[in-house]
């Protein structure tokens, strides 16, 4: 079986028996315009239309704060990884997120292999979910092409008016629908449904900066010392946003939290950001990126050129979380196009 | 092996630090077990002329009987540890120094102001040398204890110098400013998991300010969102304003 639908009035039916098998989590409103996702028992509780998440889904592949291993000093030196890790079912993952995750792969199986990580993923099982119009004006899905589904995904939906049509991608996906039983058989008009809107979206969706793609690593490897860093320097305030938002931001802290009496404890990373004053400080007080807009910068080549460079991937999925977010109004779409105008 | 003497004692302040530490549960039969409390004036009698492994200072210094006294604490305790907002920072006890002396001795007073010595409040580091300070109005639990087992096993502890909003963020709270409300979590230190926020409060500010605040820009965030400068340093001052005394 690839193809499948499911009546929306079935909808449901599909959440509360899933939820019966495997802990579901989806996007639920948090407030006006604010959405995260969480576990949910039923559909009636999920927001489908709902722009990207507060926090993208990398929270379950890599918590914000985990325990990495439990160690004993009490007879010599004796340690043992840890592994926090429950099955889940991500449903209603976007297509901007599902490549935030595809990134997050690339780079916690390059080595060394972060095992936690991996753990985590072999747990969770995704459902996409299909944008068939862009959620606001801060999104650059069509420019990163991440606006229609490219994998990593076991199933995907897109909302097809009163179905869902299905795309079963992995065998885990297959196994899923199949135990919810309440699915059809893709027929060939649903296909064709598809693949109108397919084209419909084509005419929506359009590069949103008007900038050719595979030009930006040049103009950010030009724009080195652009004035533009200098301009989000002033602004920025170091409120480290825009990376703790940012679903393929994975950088991290680890520390010893010792139980009192000092002989156990356990050793625990946390979410860090390179946006935060004290990341670059090393021994002796002094900083590799001391200034705000040096931070910037290496944000910004952190999404738009290193990872080109040694992945051959853009680390930007045109989410927009990172404008949506920051206080001081910093936009990646303007900065893109301001950076493009001085080097083009 | 003797476990270590800790004493608590208490300057300018409301107490109520030392509540959050007696109000500690389970955690502080834990804490009992691996230290020796000889003084403790909110919980017990009992007190301790002499020396002592750790002292825990709640509350601002602001008469010069309090300098007399705070400097011999700190000649007793091989480890001292100020805790809650008024010692590690100042606090509410800061706002004194918005007036004249004179004026808010006699305000308070009135005619008897002439027996009551006052100087310009301060954080315990401003007067003695500080090991460790558990910033926060009231302290925040997790983080003292976590800085006690530092203490205890003669390990550093860095007060977060990244403002509130990242671990507000990492709790996925909705910003305030979203919400049209100010909020000092973008200029205040982390460290308090963002407890405030997280139960439906604003960030006052009660840890201090970061190390180095982007103030130019987060005047602009204000204009942005419409709220006046006056109105946040209104706000910060209520536990910020010892940060002027060098």
Known sequence: ?344 | MTKPKVAFFDFACCEGCQLQVANLGEALLDILEVIDVVEFREVMSEKWPQSFDIAIIEGSITTSHAVERIKEIRARSKVLIAYGSCATIGGVNGMKNNYELKDIREYVYKDKAEFFDTIPTRAVHQVVNVDYSVNGCPIYPPEFIRILKAALAGLPYHVPDNSVCVECKLNENICLFERGISCAGPITRSGCNSWCVNNGNICYGCRGMVSNPNENGFKAVLEKYDITVDMIMNKMNMYNKCREIK
């Open chain 1, 1 to 344: 079986m690839q193809n499948a639908i499911l009546r929306k009035s079935h909808l449901n039916d599909f959440i509360s028996k899933l939820a019966v098998i495997e802990k579901v989590m989806a996007p639920v409103a948090k407030g006006p315009n604010h959405y995260a996702f969480e576990e949910v028992k039923s559909a009636k509780e999920i927001s489908l239309q709902y722009i990207p998440t507060i926090l993208p889904p990398k929270k379950y592949f890599m918590p914000q704060h985990e325990t990495l291993l439990e160690y004993d000093t009490r007879e010599g030196q004796k340690m043992h990884a840890v592994a926090e890790v429950e099955k889940m079912v991500l449903f209603g993952v976007h297509t901007c997120d599902l490549a935030g995750i595809q990134c997050l792969n690339i780079v916690f199986s390059d080595r060394p292999k972060d095992l936690n990580y991996l753990i985590h993923k072999n747990k969770i099982a995704i459902i996409g979910f299909e944008c068939n119009n862009y959620c606001d004006e801060h999104a650059s899905c069509a420019l990163m092409g991440n606006h229609i589904p490219k994998g990593g995904y076991d199933m995907f939906f897109t909302d097809l008016g009163d179905y869902f049509f299905i795309h079963v991608n992995t065998q885990l996906g297959e196994e899923l629908l199949d135990k919810t039983g309440v699915y059809e058989e893709a027929k060939i008009e649903h296909m064709n449904a598809l693949e109108d809107l397919r084209a419909k979206k084509k005419e929506i969706f359009k590069n949103e900066v008007d900038v050719d793609k595979n030009m930006i690593p040049e103009y950010f490897k030009k724009g080195f010392d652009s004035a533009v860093w200098d301009d989000l320097g002033e602004r920025c305030i170091s409120c480290g946003n825009c990376t703790n938002v940012c679903p393929t931001c994975y950088c991290f802290d680890v520390y010893d939290d010792p139980d009192l009496g000092a002989k156990t404890g356990k050793r625990i990373r946390v979410w860090d950001s390179c946006q935060n004053e004290p990341f670059a400080r090393v021994a002796g007080g002094e900083s590799f990126r001391s200034q705000r807009k040096d931070r910037k910068r290496h944000r910004f080549n952190r999404k738009f050129r290193y990872p080109v460079e040694r992945y051959g991937k853009f680390f930007c999925t045109g989410c927009g979380r990172c404008t949506r977010v920051c206080m001081a109004k910093i936009n990646l779409k303007d900065t893109i196009k301001s950076l493009a105008k001085e080097y083009k």
